[in-house]
Protein backbone atom coordinates (compact mmCIF):
# COMPACT_ATOMS: atom_id res chain seq x y z
CA UNK A 1 0.00 0.00 0.00
CA UNK A 2 1.21 3.71 -1.08
CA UNK A 3 2.37 5.73 1.96
CA UNK A 4 -0.63 8.36 1.12
CA UNK A 5 -2.91 5.77 1.27
CA UNK A 6 -1.75 4.31 4.11
CA UNK A 7 -1.72 7.85 6.34
CA UNK A 8 -5.33 8.38 4.29
CA UNK A 9 -6.54 4.81 6.39
CA UNK A 10 -5.17 5.86 9.68
CA UNK A 11 -6.63 9.70 9.35
CA UNK A 12 -10.08 7.69 8.27
CA UNK A 13 -9.93 5.04 11.53
CA UNK A 14 -8.89 7.73 14.07
CA UNK A 15 -11.89 9.56 12.66
CA UNK A 16 -14.28 6.29 13.68
CA UNK A 17 -14.83 5.62 9.66
CA UNK A 18 -15.18 2.34 8.49
CA UNK A 19 -12.85 1.35 6.05
CA UNK A 20 -11.98 -2.07 4.06
CA UNK A 21 -8.70 -2.31 5.25
CA UNK A 22 -7.91 -4.81 7.25
CA UNK A 23 -11.28 -6.53 6.41
CA UNK A 24 -10.95 -10.58 6.37
CA UNK A 25 -8.64 -10.63 10.08
CA UNK A 26 -9.08 -9.65 13.68
CA UNK A 27 -6.02 -7.51 15.15
CA UNK A 28 -3.56 -9.19 16.62
CA UNK A 29 -2.46 -7.04 19.29
CA UNK A 30 -4.38 -5.81 22.02
CA UNK A 31 -4.94 -1.65 22.13
CA UNK A 32 -5.82 0.05 25.11
CA UNK A 33 -7.32 3.80 25.83
CA UNK A 34 -8.35 6.00 28.69
CA UNK A 35 -9.52 9.01 28.54
CA UNK A 36 -11.14 12.09 30.26
CA UNK A 37 -13.74 14.33 29.26
CA UNK A 38 -14.31 17.68 30.88
CA UNK A 39 -17.72 19.66 30.06
CA UNK A 40 -19.32 22.49 31.17
CA UNK A 41 -22.09 24.87 29.46
CA UNK A 42 -23.57 28.59 30.00
CA UNK A 43 -26.35 30.02 30.10
CA UNK A 44 -27.46 34.07 30.88
CA UNK A 45 -23.75 34.48 32.41
CA UNK A 46 -23.64 31.40 34.42
CA UNK A 47 -22.43 27.97 34.78
CA UNK A 48 -25.06 25.76 34.00
CA UNK A 49 -23.75 21.44 33.52
CA UNK A 50 -20.44 20.40 34.51
CA UNK A 51 -19.82 16.77 33.32
CA UNK A 52 -16.93 15.29 34.24
CA UNK A 53 -16.22 11.82 32.27
CA UNK A 54 -13.34 8.96 32.70
CA UNK A 55 -13.39 6.34 29.87
CA UNK A 56 -11.57 3.16 29.24
CA UNK A 57 -11.65 1.24 25.86
CA UNK A 58 -10.25 -2.15 25.17
CA UNK A 59 -9.64 -3.95 21.80
CA UNK A 60 -8.30 -7.56 21.98
CA UNK A 61 -8.25 -10.70 19.98
CA UNK A 62 -9.76 -13.81 21.26
CA UNK A 63 -8.61 -15.54 18.36
CA UNK A 64 -6.76 -15.06 14.64
CA UNK A 65 -10.23 -14.24 13.38
CA UNK A 66 -12.36 -13.34 16.87
CA UNK A 67 -12.03 -9.84 18.45
CA UNK A 68 -13.51 -8.26 21.53
CA UNK A 69 -14.27 -4.88 22.21
CA UNK A 70 -15.21 -2.69 25.00
CA UNK A 71 -16.14 0.68 26.53
CA UNK A 72 -16.73 1.66 30.03
CA UNK A 73 -18.14 5.50 30.98
CA UNK A 74 -18.66 6.26 34.58
CA UNK A 75 -19.47 10.27 34.26
CA UNK A 76 -20.97 12.77 36.78
CA UNK A 77 -23.38 15.35 36.19
CA UNK A 78 -23.78 18.22 38.40
CA UNK A 79 -25.24 22.21 38.32
CA UNK A 80 -28.59 23.72 36.97
CA UNK A 81 -30.45 22.55 33.73
CA UNK A 82 -30.30 25.00 30.90
CA UNK A 83 -32.82 27.68 30.77
CA UNK A 84 -36.23 27.38 28.42
CA UNK A 85 -36.79 30.41 27.39
CA UNK A 86 -36.10 34.15 28.19
CA UNK A 87 -39.58 33.93 29.57
CA UNK A 88 -39.34 30.81 31.50
CA UNK A 89 -37.92 29.22 34.30
CA UNK A 90 -39.51 26.15 35.73
CA UNK A 91 -37.46 23.45 36.54
CA UNK A 92 -34.40 25.14 34.83
CA UNK A 93 -31.92 26.74 37.45
CA UNK A 94 -32.15 24.21 39.81
CA UNK A 95 -29.64 22.39 40.95
CA UNK A 96 -28.51 18.54 39.74
CA UNK A 97 -26.18 15.72 40.92
CA UNK A 98 -25.98 12.76 39.55
CA UNK A 99 -23.93 9.54 38.12
CA UNK A 100 -24.06 7.40 34.88
CA UNK A 101 -22.15 4.24 34.40
CA UNK A 102 -22.52 3.20 30.97
CA UNK A 103 -20.63 -0.35 29.14
CA UNK A 104 -20.69 -1.27 25.77
CA UNK A 105 -19.37 -4.69 24.33
CA UNK A 106 -19.20 -5.85 20.84
CA UNK A 107 -17.44 -8.93 19.59
CA UNK A 108 -16.53 -9.40 16.03
CA UNK A 109 -16.32 -12.26 13.89
CA UNK A 110 -14.14 -12.27 10.27
CA UNK A 111 -14.49 -14.42 7.69
CA UNK A 112 -12.61 -14.33 4.35
CA UNK A 113 -14.92 -10.95 2.88
CA UNK A 114 -17.56 -10.88 5.15
CA UNK A 115 -17.12 -9.70 8.81
CA UNK A 116 -20.05 -10.36 11.42
CA UNK A 117 -20.57 -7.87 14.78
CA UNK A 118 -22.56 -8.52 17.74
CA UNK A 119 -23.26 -5.57 20.34
CA UNK A 120 -24.62 -5.29 23.91
CA UNK A 121 -24.56 -1.91 26.02
CA UNK A 122 -26.36 -0.87 29.23
CA UNK A 123 -26.68 2.66 30.32
CA UNK A 124 -27.64 3.20 34.20
CA UNK A 125 -28.51 6.61 36.21
CA UNK A 126 -30.34 7.05 39.16
CA UNK A 127 -33.51 7.61 37.21
CA UNK A 128 -32.66 6.05 33.72
CA UNK A 129 -31.90 2.63 32.78
CA UNK A 130 -31.13 1.58 28.84
CA UNK A 131 -30.08 -1.56 27.53
CA UNK A 132 -29.27 -2.47 23.81
CA UNK A 133 -28.57 -5.23 21.39
CA UNK A 134 -27.22 -4.60 18.18
CA UNK A 135 -26.08 -6.82 14.53
CA UNK A 136 -23.91 -5.69 12.20
CA UNK A 137 -22.78 -7.08 8.80
CA UNK A 138 -19.81 -6.30 6.46
CA UNK A 139 -19.21 -7.32 3.51
CA UNK A 140 -15.83 -6.26 0.59
CA UNK A 141 -15.76 -6.47 -3.21
CA UNK A 142 -13.63 -8.76 -4.65
CA UNK A 143 -11.06 -6.14 -4.84
CA UNK A 144 -11.23 -5.01 -1.43
CA UNK A 145 -12.38 -1.24 -2.36
CA UNK A 146 -15.49 -1.44 -1.30
CA UNK A 147 -17.28 -2.32 1.31
CA UNK A 148 -21.46 -2.43 2.29
CA UNK A 149 -22.06 -2.44 5.32
CA UNK A 150 -26.01 -3.62 7.31
CA UNK A 151 -27.26 -3.37 10.65
CA UNK A 152 -30.15 -3.74 13.31
CA UNK A 153 -30.37 -2.84 17.12
CA UNK A 154 -33.20 -2.87 19.72
CA UNK A 155 -32.63 -0.26 22.64
CA UNK A 156 -35.14 -0.27 25.78
CA UNK A 157 -34.95 2.12 27.94
CA UNK A 158 -36.90 2.83 31.36
CA UNK A 159 -37.34 6.24 32.30
CA UNK A 160 -38.31 7.94 36.52
CA UNK A 161 -37.19 10.68 38.37
CA UNK A 162 -36.20 12.11 41.22
CA UNK A 163 -38.88 14.58 41.86
CA UNK A 164 -41.47 11.84 41.50
CA UNK A 165 -40.83 8.12 43.05
CA UNK A 166 -44.06 6.82 41.10
CA UNK A 167 -43.00 7.16 37.70
CA UNK A 168 -41.84 4.11 35.85
CA UNK A 169 -42.07 4.69 32.20
CA UNK A 170 -40.63 2.69 29.17
CA UNK A 171 -39.55 3.21 25.74
CA UNK A 172 -38.82 1.00 23.14
CA UNK A 173 -36.84 1.52 20.00
CA UNK A 174 -35.81 -0.21 16.88
CA UNK A 175 -32.63 0.73 14.35
CA UNK A 176 -31.97 -0.23 10.94
CA UNK A 177 -28.40 0.39 9.34
CA UNK A 178 -27.11 0.80 5.90
CA UNK A 179 -23.96 1.70 4.66
CA UNK A 180 -21.26 1.92 1.62
CA UNK A 181 -17.69 2.60 1.69
CA UNK A 182 -15.64 3.35 -1.42
CA UNK A 183 -11.70 3.67 -2.14
CA UNK A 184 -12.16 6.20 -4.96
CA UNK A 185 -8.18 6.28 -5.71
CA UNK A 186 -5.01 5.97 -3.73
CA UNK A 187 -5.20 9.38 -2.60
CA UNK A 188 -8.97 9.33 -1.37
CA UNK A 189 -11.81 7.76 0.05
CA UNK A 190 -15.40 8.30 0.81
CA UNK A 191 -18.39 6.47 3.05
CA UNK A 192 -22.32 6.91 2.96
CA UNK A 193 -24.40 5.97 5.67
CA UNK A 194 -28.27 5.92 5.96
CA UNK A 195 -30.07 5.45 9.10
CA UNK A 196 -33.41 4.95 10.40
CA UNK A 197 -34.85 4.65 13.81
CA UNK A 198 -38.48 3.66 15.06
CA UNK A 199 -39.02 4.47 18.96
CA UNK A 200 -42.87 4.18 21.08
CA UNK A 201 -43.08 4.86 24.46
CA UNK A 202 -42.46 7.95 27.14
CA UNK A 203 -41.11 10.58 25.68
CA UNK A 204 -41.72 13.28 27.76
CA UNK A 205 -39.47 15.30 30.03
CA UNK A 206 -40.15 14.53 33.66
CA UNK A 207 -38.49 17.53 35.27
CA UNK A 208 -39.96 20.21 32.63
CA UNK A 209 -43.22 21.69 33.92
CA UNK A 210 -46.28 20.69 31.05
CA UNK A 211 -43.88 19.00 28.63
CA UNK A 212 -45.88 16.29 27.22
CA UNK A 213 -44.24 14.97 23.40
CA UNK A 214 -45.65 11.90 21.09
CA UNK A 215 -45.69 8.54 22.20
CA UNK A 216 -43.52 7.87 18.75
CA UNK A 217 -40.75 9.00 16.68
CA UNK A 218 -39.20 8.17 13.73
CA UNK A 219 -35.80 9.61 12.98
CA UNK A 220 -34.00 9.33 9.25
CA UNK A 221 -30.29 10.35 8.82
CA UNK A 222 -27.86 10.17 6.05
CA UNK A 223 -24.43 10.67 6.73
CA UNK A 224 -21.58 10.55 4.27
CA UNK A 225 -17.96 11.42 4.95
CA UNK A 226 -14.85 12.22 2.45
CA UNK A 227 -11.13 12.13 3.55
CA UNK A 228 -8.41 13.09 0.95
CA UNK A 229 -4.87 13.00 1.56
CA UNK A 230 -2.90 15.85 0.26
CA UNK A 231 0.62 15.14 -0.34
CA UNK A 232 2.03 18.50 -0.46
CA UNK A 233 1.09 18.85 3.14
CA UNK A 234 1.22 15.36 4.25
CA UNK A 235 -2.26 15.69 5.76
CA UNK A 236 -5.60 14.55 5.32
CA UNK A 237 -8.17 16.23 4.77
CA UNK A 238 -11.84 15.60 6.27
CA UNK A 239 -15.54 16.57 5.12
CA UNK A 240 -19.09 15.62 6.72
CA UNK A 241 -22.16 16.11 5.61
CA UNK A 242 -25.42 15.01 7.88
CA UNK A 243 -28.64 15.27 7.06
CA UNK A 244 -31.48 14.62 9.79
CA UNK A 245 -35.16 14.90 9.90
CA UNK A 246 -37.83 13.05 12.28
CA UNK A 247 -41.42 12.59 12.74
CA UNK A 248 -41.83 15.63 14.95
CA UNK A 249 -40.71 18.02 12.85
CA UNK A 250 -36.90 18.58 13.18
CA UNK A 251 -34.76 19.06 10.10
CA UNK A 252 -31.50 19.41 10.54
CA UNK A 253 -28.23 20.34 8.23
CA UNK A 254 -24.36 19.46 9.81
CA UNK A 255 -21.28 19.90 8.04
CA UNK A 256 -18.05 19.37 9.87
CA UNK A 257 -14.41 19.99 8.20
CA UNK A 258 -11.05 19.09 9.15
CA UNK A 259 -7.38 18.46 8.79
CA UNK A 260 -5.13 15.85 10.13
CA UNK A 261 -2.00 17.43 10.01
CA UNK A 262 1.63 15.49 10.82
CA UNK A 263 4.10 17.30 12.63
CA UNK A 264 7.77 16.53 13.79
CA UNK A 265 8.99 14.10 16.52
CA UNK A 266 5.29 12.35 16.75
CA UNK A 267 3.28 15.62 16.94
CA UNK A 268 0.09 16.25 15.35
CA UNK A 269 -2.79 18.28 14.77
CA UNK A 270 -6.18 17.93 13.98
CA UNK A 271 -8.26 21.61 14.11
CA UNK A 272 -12.20 21.28 13.07
CA UNK A 273 -15.25 23.93 12.65
CA UNK A 274 -18.77 22.48 12.21
CA UNK A 275 -22.27 24.00 11.74
CA UNK A 276 -25.48 22.48 12.52
CA UNK A 277 -28.68 24.61 11.94
CA UNK A 278 -32.05 22.55 12.40
CA UNK A 279 -35.86 23.87 12.31
CA UNK A 280 -38.24 23.63 15.37
CA UNK A 281 -40.13 20.34 16.28
CA UNK A 282 -43.77 20.93 15.26
CA UNK A 283 -45.13 21.38 18.85
CA UNK A 284 -42.43 23.73 20.10
CA UNK A 285 -43.34 27.05 21.61
CA UNK A 286 -41.88 29.95 22.85
CA UNK A 287 -44.36 30.94 25.06
CA UNK A 288 -45.53 29.23 28.55
CA UNK A 289 -47.85 27.87 29.70
CA UNK A 290 -49.08 26.54 26.31
CA UNK A 291 -52.52 27.38 25.13
CA UNK A 292 -54.16 23.88 25.85
CA UNK A 293 -53.66 22.15 28.87
CA UNK A 294 -52.43 18.52 28.39
CA UNK A 295 -52.20 19.48 24.57
CA UNK A 296 -48.77 18.26 22.88
CA UNK A 297 -46.25 20.46 23.93
CA UNK A 298 -42.75 21.63 24.78
CA UNK A 299 -40.50 24.58 25.56
CA UNK A 300 -37.48 22.66 25.47
CA UNK A 301 -34.44 24.67 23.89
CA UNK A 302 -33.21 21.87 21.90
CA UNK A 303 -36.30 21.06 19.94
CA UNK A 304 -36.27 24.70 18.93
CA UNK A 305 -35.01 26.65 15.28
CA UNK A 306 -31.16 27.18 16.15
CA UNK A 307 -27.73 27.50 14.44
CA UNK A 308 -24.68 26.34 16.10
CA UNK A 309 -21.03 26.70 15.39
CA UNK A 310 -18.37 24.52 17.34
CA UNK A 311 -14.30 25.15 17.02
CA UNK A 312 -11.99 22.48 18.10
CA UNK A 313 -8.57 21.62 18.19
CA UNK A 314 -7.04 18.23 19.09
CA UNK A 315 -2.92 17.61 19.66
CA UNK A 316 -1.77 14.03 19.39
CA UNK A 317 2.09 13.29 20.09
CA UNK A 318 2.81 9.31 19.20
CA UNK A 319 5.66 8.69 22.27
CA UNK A 320 6.84 5.44 20.56
CA UNK A 321 5.37 2.24 18.30
CA UNK A 322 3.03 1.18 21.68
CA UNK A 323 2.17 4.96 23.21
CA UNK A 324 -0.04 7.83 22.05
CA UNK A 325 -0.66 10.67 24.03
CA UNK A 326 -3.82 13.08 22.97
CA UNK A 327 -5.33 16.25 24.28
CA UNK A 328 -7.79 19.00 22.35
CA UNK A 329 -10.64 21.81 23.24
CA UNK A 330 -14.08 22.29 22.29
CA UNK A 331 -16.21 25.70 22.09
CA UNK A 332 -20.02 25.26 21.31
CA UNK A 333 -21.73 28.63 20.31
CA UNK A 334 -25.70 28.27 19.81
CA UNK A 335 -27.70 31.25 19.03
CA UNK A 336 -31.29 31.31 17.23
CA UNK A 337 -29.62 34.02 14.98
CA UNK A 338 -27.16 31.52 13.18
CA UNK A 339 -30.33 29.65 11.62
CA UNK A 340 -29.39 29.07 8.39
CA UNK A 341 -32.35 31.42 6.17
CA UNK A 342 -34.00 32.56 9.02
CA UNK A 343 -33.73 34.21 12.78
CA UNK A 344 -34.78 30.81 14.32
CA UNK A 345 -36.86 30.67 17.29
CA UNK A 346 -37.43 33.95 19.58
CA UNK A 347 -36.84 34.50 22.76
CA UNK A 348 -33.84 31.52 22.40
CA UNK A 349 -31.47 32.37 25.28
CA UNK A 350 -27.94 31.96 24.06
CA UNK A 351 -26.07 28.83 24.82
CA UNK A 352 -22.69 27.93 25.21
CA UNK A 353 -19.92 25.11 26.23
CA UNK A 354 -16.87 23.96 26.38
CA UNK A 355 -15.05 20.68 26.36
CA UNK A 356 -11.56 19.47 27.12
CA UNK A 357 -10.56 16.01 26.54
CA UNK A 358 -7.51 14.18 27.56
CA UNK A 359 -6.09 10.42 27.08
CA UNK A 360 -3.93 8.19 26.21
CA UNK A 361 -3.39 4.70 23.98
CA UNK A 362 -1.11 1.66 24.44
CA UNK A 363 -0.55 -0.88 22.16
CA UNK A 364 1.34 -4.40 23.28
Given at each position: MSKSLSALMAAAAALHVVTPAGAGEATDHTEMAFKYLDYIDYQKDQDRIHVRAPMAWLRAPLDERTEVTGTLVMDSVSGASPWYLSTLSGASGKGISEWRRAL???????????????????????????????????????????????????AGDRIGSTNNAW????????DLFAGVTR????????????????????YDDPYKPLDHRPDNRRKLAWLT????FIPDWDA???????????????????IELALQQPLKDGWSLRP????????????????????????????????????????????????????????????????????????GSPNLEPFDARILFAGLNYRF
Open positions: DLKVTRYFDRLTVGFSAGVSSENDYLSQSLGLDLRYDSDDRNTTYAVGIGHLSETRSTRVIDPLSIVQSNLSYSDGSGYRYRRALSADYRYYRDSWGVRAHSSVRYHTQDAADFFQASFPPATFGSIYSADQRLASFGAVTLGLKVSKEVNDQLTLDFGVERYRQRASLHWGSD
